[in-house]
């Protein structure tokens, strides 16, 4: 299994501009999950989806989007970049939110916003 | 909704100190409580999970912790630290079918 893997791993953007992140998971979890990573901040969750087809915003949500069009993917998306949204993104994954379930993170992917 | 505090921003060790790492949860309910670590340049791993039972939980690496409900506290011990402990240290809970929220973490320098 490879787990959760993230794409790309890094990324230079220009203010303004749009790109999407990629999480896969081959462990057939129902749970997936955006968060990103300030200093000083921690890891803040950014949205979530329970499910294919589902999904909830998070502590910050604003200026990003999700999909979760497969039940193995959970895409963030960044329609216009913004100097904020410098960070590193982890995507975890689980079985679910309930008590004792381990999340599986990603290798992170950071993003610069110029 | 939950929140957890983490008091200590950056801890400074030598090689062989006990480590003490603080964190509160605010939550009147059940929690399961979590402490991940993050090494430099990797990924987030668990280090040790509470949901119930024993309160005091050994992870892995000889970390322990231990869940003080009175407290609202789920602080992560270490008898002697090593150099290879150096990372950052999440600590997180939920509670039911709600997601993680973490701390703002604790870095920990460990020096020879």
């Known amino acids: 299994n490879a787990g959760v893997t993230q794409t790309p791993k890094f990324r230079v953007l220009k203010t303004g501009q749009s790109m999407t992140l990629l999480c896969a998971q081959d462990?057939?979890?129902?749970?997936m999950y955006w968060y990103r990573q300030d200093p000083g901040m921690g890891l803040r969750l950014i949205h979530y989806?329970?499910?294919?087809?589902?999904?909830a915003k998070g502590e910050v949500p604003d200026g990003y989007n999700v999909s979760r069009l497969k039940k193995q993917n959970f895409l963030l998306g960044l329609e216009s970049a913004a100097p904020s949204q410098t960070s590193v993104y982890f995507c975890?994954?689980?079985?679910?939110?309930?008590?004792?379930?381990?999340?599986?993170f990603g290798p992170g992917t950071r993003l610069t916003v110029l | 909704a939950q929140s957890v505090s983490q008091h200590n921003h950056h801890v400074i060790l030598s090689e062989a100190a006990s480590l003490e790492l603080g964190c509160n949860y605010s939550?009147?309910?059940?929690?399961?409580l979590f402490w991940y670590v993050q090494y430099p340049g990797q990924h987030l791993q668990l280090l040790l999970k509470?949901?119930?039972?024993?309160?005091l939980v050994k992870g892995i690496k000889g970390f322990e912790a231990e869940f003080i409900k009175s407290k609202f506290s789920f602080n992560l011990r270490k008898p002697s630290v090593q150099w290879s402990d150096t990372a950052e240290y999440f600590c997180?809970?939920?509670?039911?079918?709600?997601?993680?929220?973490f701390g703002k973490g604790t870095r920990l320098s460990v020096i020879a």
């Open positions: 997180a809970v939920n509670a039911g079918n709600t997601p993680l929220v």
């Open positions: 939550y009147g309910g059940t929690v399961n």
């Open positions: 509470y949901f119930s039972g024993d309160p």
């Open positions: 989806s329970v499910g294919e087809g589902t999904t």
């Open positions: 462990m057939n979890h129902e749970y």
């Open positions: 975890a994954s689980s079985y679910s939110l309930a008590s004792g379930r381990r999340k599986f």
